[in-house]
């Protein structure tokens, strides 16, 4: 169920597809990050790291899109999204802009999980607002490595 709490621009084609790939983890025990469909994503996933991760290129590729939400999925598990969407639920948090709905989404993950994930979303290029960064400063940033970190791990960072 897409909701447009978490869906901002560019991830129509995205956020929907957390469930499927839920679904195929559940159903037909298919991790999602080995997922066949985001493994055809590789090759434009290294070219758009190697290029740095320009968000906008992020936006308009949803086969790109979709790897962090695979990644958080593979790190924290099926039920963190689960209390993370239910938060949403339960608060119907007003937001405005396509900033606001990321800063809430990586506020509420990080919050869920404990740790600070700006590094990662970073990595990926998405713009944190100074605001979002202050809030999360106190907590650790997860040791999170893998085959598009390792592609530079130098920008996997605060």
């Given amino acids: 169920m897409q909701r447009d709490w978490w ?3 560019g991830t129509g084609e995205v956020t929907v597809n957390i469930f499927t790939l839920h679904a195929m983890n559940i159903i037909c025990h298919i991790q999602p990050w080995i997922h066949p469909w985001l493994d ?3 090759s434009n996933t290294r070219i758009y790291i190697e290029n740095g991760c320009n968000f906008d290129e992020w936006k308009d590729d949803p086969g790109i899109g979709l790897i962090i939400y695979a990644q958080l999925a593979r790190e924290y598990g099926w039920e963190t999204y689960k209390k ?4 949403y ?3 119907q948090p007003h937001l405005d802009s396509n900033q606001e709905k990321m800063d809430h989404w990586i506020e509420s993950f990080s919050r869920q999980v404990g740790y600070n994930l700006i590094p990662l979303f970073k990595f ?8 979002t ?3 999360l400063h106190d907590l650790d940033v997860p040791k999170i490595t893998d085959k ?3 592609i530079a791990p130098e ?3 605060i």
């Fill in 7 to 9: 869906t901002f621009d």
């Fill in 40 to 42: 055809e994503q590789e």
């Fill in 84 to 87: 993370v969407f239910r938060q």
């Fill in 89 to 91: 639920e339960q608060t």
């Fill in 124 to 131: 990926w290029g998405f713009p944190v607002s100074k605001s």
């Fill in 133 to 135: 960064a202050e809030v």
């Fill in 148 to 150: 598009f970190i390792e």
């Fill in 155 to 157: 920008r996997y960072r």
